[in-house]
């Protein structure tokens, strides 16, 4: 199931446009949340880290 969250996520984020960076921030969320594992703050460092 994860492995469909990830292609979906990943698949649907391009298809709307996002850079794949940004698709992939986004794949973590969804797997972080499908998983009960979601963090704020990891995603945020995790942001900032990919926008430089």
Known sequence: MAVLIFLGCLLGGIAIGLPIAWAL?????????WLDMFDV???AQN???RSR
């Open 25 to 33: 921030l986004l794949c973590g969320a969804a797997l972080m949340f």
């Open 47 to 49: 942001a900032g880290e």
């Open 41 to 43: 703050q990891i995603m």
